[in-house]
């Protein structure tokens, strides 16, 4: 079970890390760099959490339980 964790967090933060290094531009004005910064960070988790989504049955119940809650307050 530790061992598809480990992967997944390999391959989320591999391409996360891939695509940061080719399109975020470095800036020394952090106004202009935080968002583009936090875009990847969104995007790494969200790779992550989908990964564990699809290989993980005790992720997927409480991804669905979340949804279900978020839905539930709307």
């Not at 952090?30 to 969104?42: A, E, R, S």
Request: glycine content about 2%; charged content about 15%; hydrophobic content about 50%.
């Amino acid at each position: 079970s530790i061992i598809k964790f480990t992967i997944t967090s390999i391959i989320s933060i591999g391409i996360s890390y891939s695509l940061f290094e080719n399109f975020v531009e470095y800036n020394v004005s952090i106004f202009k760099f935080l968002p583009n910064l936090l875009l990847f960070v969104l995007i790494g988790m969200s790779m992550y959490i989908t990964i564990t989504y699809l290989i993980d049955s005790r992720t997927k119940k409480l991804v669905q339980s979340a949804i279900k809650e978020i839905l539930k307050k709307n």
